[in-house]
């Protein structure tokens, strides 16, 4: 699974670039958007979502509620080490409040859209767009010193150009995120997985991100119902992407900050 990816395009260009390829007004409410060389799970990252009449460029928590079932389980496996420690088992209300506070660090990558957990959020008023310039997977490479080769970062070539994922999102989505935080009340968004094509197959056998390549599929990614939308969870051709950087757990951009940035389109 894609577990980490970079977005060093700034608003600005993202902006422009949606006005004018895709013909869209999009408010931006993300602010200063500092270039991120290494998004990791459970930060706040920029997506385009839909709005009432409009789409919304805005930063999110990456992270989609994990499955109930998941979070029982886990409450569960948390009560059974309290039992064994305290020589008792726990009282229904005292075991209701565990699953209730069970952390949720979130679901990353989305595969399984058949599950009735995803089939909820998967109409287009729950989809999004997710602008990266690199994605990473976990290499299985081992290097000389016999340790994994870390980070593999694969892009459309070695400028990096601004390229989309597609995602969706869950509005207010109320949990625990963090122990440390308690209840809180976020937008969460991922983006969906499939079957990886032969350069990222090298790190990951498993997966890949779906991978949005023009206007037209980026519309029909965020208007169609599902029965058309879904023919776009599948892997790029064979060749498409390009090794970029292995090893670091940023991918910083190849260009100056002055510089004109890459487009996919």
């Not at 980070?151 to 995602?167: E, H, Q, V, Y």
Request: with cysteine; aromatic share 10%; proline share 10%.
């Amino acid at each position: 699974m894609c577990h980490a990816y970079s977005i060093t395009t700034n608003v600005e260009a993202i902006r422009q670039m949606v006005q004018t390829i895709f013909r869209l007004e999009v408010g931006a409410n993300v602010g200063n958007l500092a270039p991120l060389a290494g998004v990791y799970p459970d930060m706040l990252a920029p997506i385009i979502r839909n709005q009432p009449g409009f789409r919304e460029l805005i930063k999110v928590r990456w992270g989609m509620p994990t499955s109930s079932q998941a979070l029982y389980q886990a409450a569960q496996a948390r009560a059974d080490k309290i039992a064994k420690k305290q020589g008792r088992d726990l009282s229904p209300e005292e075991f209701a409040e565990l699953v209730r506070m069970e952390p949720d660090r979130g679901t990353h990558n989305v595969r399984n859209t058949k599950s009735q957990h995803w089939k909820r959020w998967l109409a287009p008023e729950f989809r999004c767009i997710v602008p990266f310039t690199s994605f990473a997977e976990v290499s299985s490479e081992i290097g000389p010193d016999g340790k994994k080769l870390g980070n593999t970062w694969f892009a459309f070539d070695d400028s990096r150009p601004l390229a989309f994922f597609a995602g969706i999102f869950a509005p207010q989505w109320t949990s625990v995120r963090k122990t440390s935080e308690g209840m809180v009340t976020t937008d969460l968004f991922a983006f969906l997985t499939t079957d990886p094509n032969n350069i990222v197959a090298v790190a990951n056998p498993d997966a890949m991100p779906v991978i949005l390549r023009t206007p037209e599929e980026i519309e029909i990614w965020m208007t169609a119902p599902w029965e058309e939308a879904q023919k776009l969870q599948r892997p790029l051709p064979d060749g498409v992407l390009q090794v970029v950087s292995v090893g670091p757990k940023e991918d910083p951009p190849p260009f100056e900050p002055d510089e004109p940035e890459p487009s996919l389109f």
